[in-house]
T-cell receptor, first 112, second 118 residues
Framework: LAKTTQPISMDSYEGQEVNITCSHNNIATNDYITWYQQFPSQGPRFIIQGYKTKVTNEVASLFIPADRKSSTLSLPRVSLSDTAVYYCLVGDSGAGSYQLTFGKGTKLSVIP | GAVVSQHPSRVICKSGTSVKIECRSL??????MFWYRQFPKKSLMLMATSNEGSKATYEQGVEKDKFLINHASLTLSTLTVTSAHPEDSSFYIC??????????????FGPGTRLTVL
């Protein structure tokens, strides 16, 4: 069972770049790494997914080192609306389908 | 694309009644759907995994007779909380994937349903 470890909380000022690192020492060879964002009383929203090296989309970048035992979500120039909980997940094979096990997540607070 | 809806968004019911929550994939066919529950300030906990046309697989500690899951089509799964009690009050969230065979397949989440049992 792949587990993830993230900081419980982070604070950042508006306009700064935020990097949230996640540890997943037991990641399996065929596991992908996925990050989600969740606002209060809403379902998680997909941010980015990667397998190795670097992935970038319109909202974030994901850096994965060669050993894949960790990953870093990078949010450029955060705004107040980026205040949310961010979850790092790796897949778990179960019941013939891949499940996501949510850890505690990182509560990001963006300060004006 | 990849929109998942849930209905209702919130429901209040009396203790002992049953409540049905619907989860729909609006613009894709969902081979697999997942049901989660989330208590205040806590993380999401997986309740069960359902594949279209087959019985759901429940996580340890989740009563299958209390939380009935039906995945009758590739776009609809329902969760029925039977004989609800106040301790069942929670935020229920579904997610859907196009396939079931890879961790690369993104899970798309619904907006959640707030259940309050009086």
């Amino acid at each position: 069972l792949a587990k993830t470890t993230q900081p419980i909380s982070m604070d950042s000022y508006e306009g700064q770049e935020v990097n949230i690192t996640c540890s997943h020492n037991n990641i399996a060879t065929n596991d992908y790494i996925t990050w989600y964002q969740q606002f209060p009383s809403q379902g998680p929203r997909f941010i980015i997914q990667g397998y190795k090296t670097k992935v970038t989309n319109e909202v974030a970048s994901l850096f994965i080192p060669a050993d894949r035992k960790s990953s870093t979500l990078s949010l450029p120039r955060v705004s107040l609306s980026d205040t949310a909980v961010y979850y790092c997940l790796v897949g778990d094979s179960g019941a013939g389908s891949y499940q996501l096990t949510f850890g505690k997540g990182t509560k990001l607070s963006v300060i004006p | 694309g990849a929109v998942v809806s849930q209905h209702p968004s919130r429901v209040i019911c009396k203790s002992g009644t049953s409540v049905k929550i619907e989860c729909r994939s609006l613009d894709f066919q969902a081979t697999t759907m997942f049901w989660y529950r989330q208590f205040p300030k806590k993380s999401l906990m997986l309740m069960a995994t359902s594949n279209e046309g087959s019985k759901a697989t429940y996580e340890q500690g989740v009563e299958k007779d209390k939380f009935l899951i039906n995945h009758a089509s590739l776009t609809l799964s329902t969760l029925t909380v039977t004989s609800a009690h106040p301790e069942d009050s929670s935020f229920y969230i579904c997610s859907a994937t196009r396939t079931s065979g890879s961790s690369a397949d993104t899970q798309y989440f619904g907006p959640g349903t707030r259940l309050t049992v009086l």
